[in-house]
Structures are given as structure tokens and as C-alpha cells.
């Protein structure tokens, strides 16, 4: 963020601690808080009438949690749990809602950012439509992957069918199979990533346009992906 803007906001904002299966947005209710990532991962959630739910994107990092916010929108019908433990820095909706309207750069900035969150979600609707589970899987584990320091991700079987909205059974076959070929390796509670380059041939083309969106849209600041 430029230093002038960051500046606006600076004075509201606090540091928060993010545990695992916190929600930080609740589907139809009045958002509270934004919080910008410093470390750890939440995940945008669908949720359905019926309450089935599944993954719509990822936020490290790279960006904020409350975009809805930032379109004038004091509730969402969507969810905002966080994945891997972390913190941020977090300012209540009504001081980010004031700093927007004295400063309209800053407002074009964070527009930029929702712009790049549209694009992912987009990306994943096309992956969820077109995709088979194993790229969808290579997919999300790419995107974790550029959010975490490290190779090890907290996640579960569970966890993984839930946001990717797949049958248990059928993802811990293909799990399986990544990892006899050494492209990840599994422990009670978590992945690690062995081979990144093994995964982002998997991927293929479900993986790369928001990331390449992101870095167009939010320049030389942006947090640069990893190298492949």
C-alpha cells in the first residue's frame, strides 16, 4: 500500500491473533471489522441455504479480509474462516468506511485489490466446472503454498473435501496418488509440498491468472509469488 495511505488508516488499525476456524465474516450479518493478513490463511466461503459450502478463494498475505466493505456493502450471504493460524492487522468497518471517503486513492487502491478477488473467484468457479479433482487439488495447494512460509500446510482430508466441495472417498484416492509420487507428503493434520514444480504442471492452466491479475493490478508492492 502507498506509504500516504497506509498513513489514513494506520491509527485504527490493531494487531488480532487468527486461530484456526475463526470466522471473521458470517454469512448475512453485518460486518465489524476488516482485517488485513499479515500472516496466516482465510478462506472465502459460499455457503447455501441448505448449508452446503465450498471454497470461493483464498486471502494470505497479499490482501484483506471485508471487501464487501469497500463496495458499500455492510453484509455478504458468504463466509470468511480462517484456514491456517496467523495475525492481522485489523480496523473496525466504520474507520475504514471514513478513511475511504477522505482519501479516494486509497479507495482505487483497495478497488484494485477487490478487482484481483473477482478474478480469483471466478478462476475457481472455472476450475469447479471444468476441472477434474486431481488440478483443482494442484490448484489449492499452490495457492496455500504461496501464502505460507515454508512447505508445511495444516490441513485435513476434511477440511480439503469441504472447500473444494468434492466426495472425501474420491479426494484421499487422488491424495494418495500425489503422494506415491513424491509430489507431497502427508502426516496426521498436514501436508507438505515436495515437488512444486510436479504440481504446477498438474495445475496446468487452472493455476496462474489471478496471481498474474493480482501483480498487474496492485504493481511492484505486490507480494511476488514464488518462483516456478
Partial sequence: MPPDDFSTIQPYLETSPLRTGDVLIRADTPIPTAHFIEDGIVSCIAVAADGQQIELGLVGREGMVGVPILLDAERTPNEARVQVAGT?????????????????????????????????????????????????????????????????????????????????????????????????????????????????????????APEAEYLRLIGAGAEQPRPE
Fill in 88 to 208: 492481522a492487522w485489523s480496523i473496525p468497518a466504520a474507520a475504514l468506511r471514513d478513511a475511504l471517503r477522505r482519501r479516494p486513492s486509497l479507495h482505487d487502491f483497495l478497488l484494485r485489490y477487490a478487482q484481483a478477488v473477482a478474478v480469483e473467484v471466478a478462476a475457481t468457479a472455472l476450475a469447479n466446472g471444468l476441472y477434474k479433482i486431481e488440478r483443482r487439488l494442484a490448484r489449492w495447494l499452490l495457492m496455500c503454498h504461496d501464502r505460507i512460509d515454508g512447505d508445511v500446510l495444516p490441513t485435513t482430508h476434511r477440511f480439503l473435501s469441504l472447500m473444494l466441495g468434492v466426495n472425501r472417498t474420491g479426494l484421499t484416492t487422488v491424495v494418495a496418488g500425489l503422494e506415491r509420487a513424491g509430489i507431497i507428503e502427508t502426516s496426521r493434520g498436514s501436508i507438505t509440498i515436495r515437488d512444486r514444480d510436479a504440481l504446477l504442471a498438474l495445475a496446468g492452466a487452472a493455476y496462474g
